[in-house]
């Protein structure tokens, strides 16, 4: 594959981070279209997102600085490369810094959270999808060996990739990567398509957590278990740990959701009442 898409003189630009960014600027005119659907503010989704963007990127590189601290002060030129550095717990920080930046955000400027929510879920997915399709040209979060005669599989043949990801040159993998990432741009469409139709606020956000969930799961499978954690003897890896935390939280979303009367306009419906009085 190809960890560095091109060159601008000495200057290489990572196809991981060309990748992203074009799934981040995908992801946010996704926005703008469902934050209408949803009738929520589009311009303040923008502003959420945003927000939410720059607070995952300065989580994850703040604790790769806290990390590694001590190499730095002796080669603070490395700070560059921290930029190719990609762990399941960089992902798991970003996700939890970019949250904490919307839900405050949301409050601060009046969003409703369900709907915010809901506009927010495929945009998400469809980003998730390009990041895992920067991964895989670059190597970063590779599968297991394959059987040579996969006609699908990945070989990484550029030293970049063992040295920026670690990935084993030569060898045929599973491109797990690719399996991953055409999860989420199904989970993407599902629930675009479903938005406009959904139940009542907050269904798209919890089936989100479920759909992100067994995506993760699933795909680990074929992921090289290094630096990942195991749990229960290696029966389950650390990101498999947060998949499953993922599907509860959404399970319990929706089990709330539908707890609660099925009218789809309780406003509308209290006016009848009073009126029938």
């Given at each position: 594959?190809?960890?560095?898409?091109?060159?601008?003189?000495?200057?290489?630009?990572?196809?991981?981070?060309?990748?992203?960014?074009?799934?981040?600027?995908?992801?946010?005119?996704?926005?703008?279209?469902?934050?209408?659907?949803?009738?929520?503010?589009?311009?303040?989704?923008?502003?959420?997102?945003?927000?939410?963007?720059?607070?995952?990127?300065?989580?994850?590189?703040?604790?790769?600085?806290?990390?590694?601290?001590?190499?730095?002060?002796?080669?603070?030129?490395?700070?560059?490369?921290?930029?190719?550095?990609?762990?399941?717990?960089?992902?798991?920080?970003?996700?939890?810094?970019?949250?904490?930046?919307?839900?405050?955000?949301?409050?601060?400027?009046?969003?409703p959270f369900p709907p915010t929510a809901d506009a927010l879920a495929?945009?998400?997915?469809?980003?998730?999808?390009?990041?895992?399709?920067?991964?895989?040209?670059?190597?970063?979060?590779?599968?297991?060996?394959?059987?040579?005669?996969?006609?699908?599989?990945?070989?990484?043949?550029?030293?970049?990739?063992?040295?920026?990801?670690?990935?084993?040159?030569?060898?045929?993998?599973?491109?797990?990567?690719?399996?991953?990432?055409?999860?989420?741009?199904?989970?993407?469409?599902?629930?675009?398509?479903?938005?406009?139709?959904?139940?009542?606020?907050?269904?798209?956000?919890?089936?989100?957590?479920?759909?992100?969930?067994?995506?993760?799961?699933?795909?680990?499978?074929?992921?090289?278990?290094?630096?990942?954690?195991?749990?229960?003897?290696?029966?389950?890896?650390?990101?498999?740990?947060?998949?499953?935390?993922?599907?509860?939280?959404?399970?319990?979303?929706?089990?709330?959701?539908?707890?609660?009367?099925?009218?789809?306009?309780?406003?509308?419906?209290?006016?009848?009442?009073?009126?029938?009085?």
């Amino acid at each position: 594959m190809h960890p560095v898409l091109f060159h601008i003189g000495r200057v290489l630009i990572p196809s991981y981070g060309a990748v992203s960014a074009l799934g981040v600027l995908l992801a946010l005119a996704f926005a703008q279209r469902t934050a209408r659907i949803v009738d929520i503010d589009a311009g303040k989704v923008w502003n959420l997102s945003i927000l939410g963007l720059f607070a995952a990127l300065a989580a994850t590189r703040l604790l790769l600085v806290a990390a590694n601290l001590t190499a730095l002060r002796h080669h603070p030129g490395w700070l560059l490369g921290l930029a190719m550095v990609h762990h399941p717990l960089l992902a798991a920080a970003g996700a939890l810094a970019a949250a904490a930046s919307a839900v405050w955000y949301a409050r601060r400027a009046g969003l409703p959270f369900p709907p915010t929510a809901d506009a927010l879920a495929p945009p998400i997915a469809l980003g998730l999808a390009f990041e895992q399709l920067g991964a895989l040209a670059a190597g970063s979060g590779f599968g297991t060996d394959a059987d040579p005669g996969l006609a699908w599989a990945v070989t990484y043949t550029n030293p970049l990739a063992a040295i920026w990801s670690g990935a084993p040159l030569g060898v045929p993998l599973h491109p797990v990567q690719a399996y991953a990432a055409l999860a989420f741009l199904a989970l993407a469409l599902l629930l675009f398509v479903w938005l406009p139709v959904r139940c009542r606020p907050g269904d798209i956000a919890g089936l989100w957590l479920m759909g992100t969930g067994i995506a993760i799961y699933l795909t680990e499978f074929w992921r090289d278990p290094e630096g990942r954690g195991s749990l229960l003897s290696g029966a389950i890896d650390g990101p498999q740990i947060g998949a499953v935390l993922l599907v509860l939280a959404g399970a319990l979303a929706l089990r709330e959701r539908k707890s609660g009367p099925l009218d789809r306009h309780p406003a509308g419906a209290a006016g009848e009442n009073r009126g029938a009085a």
